[in-house]
């Protein structure tokens, strides 16, 4: 039997200040994947709206994208695979640094394809299926308890079969505390999900409420589809910050707010006037919606939706997530008279909008020709145009450069700055010289667009940076030039003058004198790259399904490193070796598990240090010596000996700069008697002592971004990676 869907969403046009709040249909572009079924996202991120909107929208997209990329005859298979790749995806976001989102994530996940329906919660949410006068709680015993964690972020699988007239009910938490569950069944029960959205959306409308997303679906079959009023003529979405909904309605609220107040002005000076602007609002506005058949009797013989669930574990496993039965994918069959019937609805809309401009421009004609009102149209053009021309010539003046006289009076200040600092310098205030050359530089930058003086803005800067740095023992690099181009590079690991850059899938060889880069190994299939250590000549690739494998750099081949006993490696996003040893940092739970060797394997982890004692929560980096160096996310260090922390910091670098704004990685080895840290903010290596106190500094070109270094303190060289570039520095 063929079904048709029915839907609506009540959301927000606009962005909320406390959180991302959105809901989303999506249906495959591709034709031939129509079979598949429609896809519905519900996602709600409890934290200021940027930048853990980026982690709600690839949430999102990504989920779509892998379920119709799914080449399984399965929804199901594909529905779990895709949620493997979504929590792959959330460790990659954590392990970049993004982890706001932890624990503040509620959301779901659904595909309906035919009459299977299924859904993936996480969080606070809640999904109820009424049917036959009574509810199913969807989600109830699916709230994870434990400590959040990203590969597990969407868990839980709730999948069954729907009967014809099953209501869905999908929406957050915050529903139910302005309405209660039988009201909502009610609304839902009785009305199709348009009518049903509309009656909630305007209750949470008049009380206020924004934070709330909500998805209704209605499951019918074609047949029953055919006997109801044409599911495209109406709304399914309805927004909480706006009072009407459709383009008509919003043609009436520009009516309502602009149009009919003119009109009363001109009203005064003529009735007849007044008269036809009347008629027109009264053939403007919008018809309301008759109320569609009343449902047809339901099948008497009740089904629950789900049986209980027996399972003890509530997780997906690593490989493959075995929660449900394979189920059938159903095609659907295409009617031509809904086609037609679809294009003659097109058709008559069109139709509609025409005879609504013929008669607009009539009345503006018979204006025209009535001398005694012209002078009115007249006016009415005149504010129009002298509206147009403000808004114009606001617009260029708020996007145009700064003028030449106040670009030359910047230049001059920055100029002066430049010579007080200098004259700072030979007074010996250091400090008050610093100052004086960044306001230099900040005047000098703001003018660069300007044609006339940015030679001579170009020529403060470089000369007031040259300045700055002696005072901040900083080593500038103006240019950089490429020693090879990879795409997705992220990692670079330097043995004897080779160079091997690690993508998600591949590692290349490039020659650190200059050449091509050659592909020499592809990481095994579906395990993409996510970190990696090296000792001596072999690389250790930590992947995203928590395996480590090794590549030699000398044979080129990559093997998989075993652990004793069929163990699983812990989650990381940081990973060390050093003698044998493997230690892997979970910034998420802050914790070291430490890997050692024997014989051909890795013995089972054990955890390095107390999380009672030592913070290590969100922590970016670690790199070992024999000692244990932490990046943490605020930029400092921690040092660890024996498990024990040690006296040390990361001090006495120079201001104005004198914090890490945005630790990306640290890096030491046995061999280095220094210890870097790459700030991504203020694009620069810091180098410190191995107590921790400054060296020196490195800064590179602003308009890039840095993702990870090599040091070789043999070769006196740093190789950097940055927007899959590989630039190599003199140290």
Not at 621 to 645: F, M, R, T
Request: aromatic letters at 10%; proline letters at 3%.
């Amino acid at each position: 039997m063929a079904y048709e869907i029915q839907f609506a969403r009540v959301t927000n046009s606009g962005k909320l200040s406390d959180r991302f709040l959105t809901c989303k249909h999506i249906t495959a572009d591709d034709l031939a994947k129509f079979p598949m079924g429609q896809v519905f996202s519900l996602i709600e991120i409890i934290s200021p709206w940027f930048p853990t909107a980026q982690v709600g929208q690839t949430i999102i997209n990504n989920f779509s994208k892998y379920y119709y990329e799914g080449g399984s005859t399965s929804d199901l298979v594909n529905l779990e695979n895709s949620l493997k790749k979504v929590n792959e995806d959330l460790a990659q976001i954590t392990q970049n640094g993004e982890t706001d989102w932890i624990g503040n994530l509620n959301g779901i996940l659904a595909v309906i394809a035919g009459n299977n329906f299924h859904l993936s919660p996480t969080g606070k949410v809640e999904g109820y299926i009424f049917r036959d006068g009574k509810i199913n709680h969807l989600t109830y015993g699916l709230q994870d308890s434990g400590e959040p964690h990203p590969l597990k972020t969407f868990s839980n699988v709730v999948s069954g079969e729907l009967k014809s007239h099953d209501k869905i009910l999908l929406t957050t938490k915050e529903l139910f505390n302005h309405l209660s569950l039988e009201s909502v069944r009610q609304i839902i029960s009785i009305n199709n999900p348009s009518m049903a959205a509309q009656q909630i959306s305007k209750l949470l409308r008049k009380n206020k409420i924004r934070n709330v997303n909500i998805i209704i679906i209605n499951l019918l079959t074609k047949e029953e589809v055919s006997n109801e009023q044409a599911f495209g003529e109406m709304e399914n979405v309805y927004y909480l910050d706006k009072t009407t909904e459709g383009v008509m309605g919003k043609i009436n609220d520009i009516w309502k707010s602009f149009l009919v107040p003119f009109g009363k002005i001109i009203k005064h000076k003529s009735k007849d006037f007044g008269k036809k602007t009347s008629n027109l609002t009264k053939n403007i506005v919008k018809e309301p919606i008759t109320n569609q058949e009343p449902v047809g009797k339901q099948d008497d013989a009740y089904q629950e939706f789900l049986d209980p669930d027996k399972r003890d574990d509530s997780l997906l496993k690593d490989e493959e997530i075995k929660y449900s039965p394979e189920l059938y994918v159903h095609y659907y069959d295409q009617k031509k008279n809904k086609q037609n019937s679809f294009f003659d609805q097109v058709k008559n809309v069109l139709f509609k909008i025409w005879l609504k401009l013929k008669q607009f421009f009539t009345w503006i004609i018979d204006i025209y020709h009535d001398k005694a009102r012209r002078k009115y149209l007249y006016i009415a053009l005149a504010v129009i145009l002298i509206l147009i021309i403000g808004l114009v010539v606001g617009l260029k003046n708020k996007k145009s450069p700064i003028g030449n006289l106040d670009a030359q009076k910047i230049l001059d200040e920055a100029s002066a700055a430049e010579k007080d600092g200098k004259n700072a310098v030979v007074a010996g205030d250091k400090e008050k010289a610093k100052a004086q050359f960044i306001i230099a530089i900040d005047k000098a930058k703001s003018i660069k667009s300007n044609s006339l003086v940015a030679r001579d803005a170009d020529q403060v800067i470089i000369s007031t940076y040259q300045e700055l740095d002696k005072l901040t023992s900083t080593t500038r690099f103006n240019t950089l030039t490429s020693i090879a181009n990879i795409a997705d590079a992220k990692s670079i690991f330097v043995v004897s003058g080779i160079g091997f850059i690690i993508t998600d899938k591949d590692i290349y060889e490039v020659n650190t004198l200059g050449g091509t880069p050659s592909k020499v190994a592809t990481i095994p299939k579906n395990k993409n790259y996510l970190i990696g250590t090296r000792q001596e000549k072999i690389i250790y690739l930590y992947t995203s399904d928590q395996n480590i494998y090794s590549f030699n750099t000398s044979t080129k081949k990559i093997e998989q490193v075993k652990i004793t006993d069929d163990n699983k490696w812990e989650t990381a996003n940081s990973i060390a070796s050093y003698v044998g040893t493997f230690y892997l940092l979970d910034g998420v739970l802050g914790q070291i598990y430490k890997h050692s060797s024997s014989a051909d394997e890795f013995q089972k982890g054990e955890e390095y240090i107390n999380t009672t004692n030592i913070n290590l929560k969100s922590a970016r980096s670690i790199a070992i010596d024999g000692s244990i160096y932490v990046l943490k996310e605020n930029g400092q260090a921690v040092k660890l000996l024996k498990s024990k922390v040690q006296d040390f910091s990361l001090q006495n670098i120079p201001t104005p700069n004198d914090k890490i704004a945005e630790p990306i990685k640290i890096f030491t080895d046995a061999d280095t008697p220094s210890v870097y840290v790459l700030d991504g903010a203020q694009k620069r290596i810091v180098e410190f002592d191995k107590d921790g106190y400054f060296v020196r500094q490195y800064a590179f070109l602003e308009n890039i971004k840095y993702s990870d270094f090599f040091v070789s303190v043999k070769a006196r060289k740093i190789w950097l990676i940055g927007e899959n570039n590989l630039y190599e520095i003199s140290i």
